[in-house]
């Protein structure tokens, strides 16, 4: 069983930049996609970002698409968002879930989960 832990959110003004990372163990995240979701208040969870297990096949949601960018280091069993050009409606808690293999934009197919990391924008 994978356990998963976000941590690099925070406060950041519009604009501005952060990178979360999913750090996976027990067993190495090396073998599992790595899906990239976001949870704002009130609202329902949402595809961010994902990618396989080699971090060479990736998608993304529109609206994210040339602002963020997900990555991984295998060697180390953690996968990246870079979030660039942070806008007020980008903030949420942000979650990583892992699947073997390849990536998914649907929930509902990933089998592990982390707790999630709050990033905030202010305007």
């Known amino acids: 069983q994978v356990r998963l832990v976000e941590s690099g959110g925070g406060l950041v003004q519009a604009g501005g930049s952060l990178r979360l990372l999913c750090f996976g163990s027990g067993p190495s995240l090396s073998s599992y996609a790595v899906g990239w979701f976001r949870q704002a208040p009130g609202k329902e969870r949402e595809f961010v970002a994902t990618m396989d297990w080699s971090g060479r096949v990736t998608d993304y949601t529109d609206n994210v698409k040339g602002r963020f960018t997900t990555s991984r280091d295998n060697t180390r069993s953690i996968a990246y968002l870079q979030m660039n050009s942070l806008r007020p409606e980008d903030t949420a808690v942000y979650l990583c879930?892992?699947?073997?293999?390849?990536?998914?934009?649907?929930?509902?197919?990933?089998?592990?989960w982390g707790q999630g990391t709050q990033v905030t924008v202010s305007s």
């Open positions: 879930a892992a699947r073997l293999f390849s990536g998914s934009s649907d929930d509902q197919e990933y089998d592990y």
